[in-house]
């Protein structure tokens, strides 16, 4: 069982920044690990992901913008989120995989507002 906690969001002006933390309470080395995302009145979707060995994948809205990393000592993916959009509202959710185990953390709210 492995337990997920996001931190990092909170309120941010279009053209911010933001860096989100995901702490995973076991190891996590051999999980491929997302961010996904979930705007009001709209399903959510995949964000990024990285895999154990360091390969990385975005929605292509938020290509250019946003970076997936991971600290493998450390159990934690980060997601460094910038030229925030009003677009990129939403709760984000951190999500850890592996074969049939799936995991998922509370979520965190991102609001891009002036």
């Known amino acids: 069982q492995v337990q997920l906690v996001e931190s990092g969001g909170g309120l941010v002006q279009p053209g911010g920044s933001l860096r989100l933390s995901c702490a995973a309470s076991g190891s996590i080395t051999f999980y491929v690990m997302g961010w996904y995302r979930q705007a009001p009145g709209k399903q959510r979707e995949l964000v990024a992901t990285i895999t154990s060995g360091g390969s990385t994948n975005y929605v292509d809205s938020v290509k250019g913008r946003f970076t997936i990393s991971r600290d493998g000592p450390k159990n934690t993916v980060f997601l460094q989120m910038n030229s925030l959009k009003p677009e990129d509202t939403a709760v984000y959710y951190c999500?850890?995989?592996?074969?049939?185990?799936?995991?998922w953390g509370q979520g965190t709210q991102i609001t891009v507002s002036s």
């Open positions: 999500n850890a995989r592996h074969i049939t185990m799936v995991y």
